[in-house]
């Protein structure tokens, strides 16, 4: 399995800016469908945005469409989330996975990171 990192939350106000990145290691990084997921206090763990083995698509939530970009650099063994127009309901905990398929649903990611922080104060 792959073995994932992320960082770059933080406590930020609504309309700015975080990039979130997960570094991998372990098994081969550049196979795997790459996700980032989130978990508000109270709520399930919702996708956010996933990206192909290559980069070459991408999915979106509703919610993250137009404002989040995922990016992956596999030379780096590395996905990123770039969030803009950040809002108070972005707050959770976001995770990055692992999945052998192209998919939005939780259940096919088999490998989990511990999770970063983001607050988005009104």
């Known amino acids: 399995q792959v073995h994932l990192v992320e960082s770059g939350g933080g406590l930020v106000q609504a309309g700015d800016s975080l990039r979130l990145s997960c570094a991998t290691s372990?098994?081969?990084?550049?196979?795997?469908?790459m996700g980032w997921f989130r978990q508000a206090p109270g709520k399930e763990r919702e996708f956010v945005a996933a990206?192909?083995?290559?980069?070459?698509?991408?999915l979106y939530s509703d919610s993250a469409k137009g404002r989040f970009t995922i990016s992956r650099d596999n030379a780096k063994n590395s996905i990123y989330l770039q969030m803009n127009s950040l809002k108070p309901e972005d707050t959770g905990v976001y995770y990055c996975?692992?999945?052998?398929?192209?998919?939005?649903?939780?259940?096919?990611?088999?490998?989990w990171g511990q999770g970063t922080q983001v607050t988005v104060s009104s």
């Open positions: 996975a692992a999945a052998g398929r192209f998919t939005a649903n939780l259940e096919h990611y088999i490998s």
């Open positions: 372990g098994r081969t990084f550049d196979g795997y469908t």
């Open positions: 990206i192909s083995f290559n980069g070459g698509s991408a």
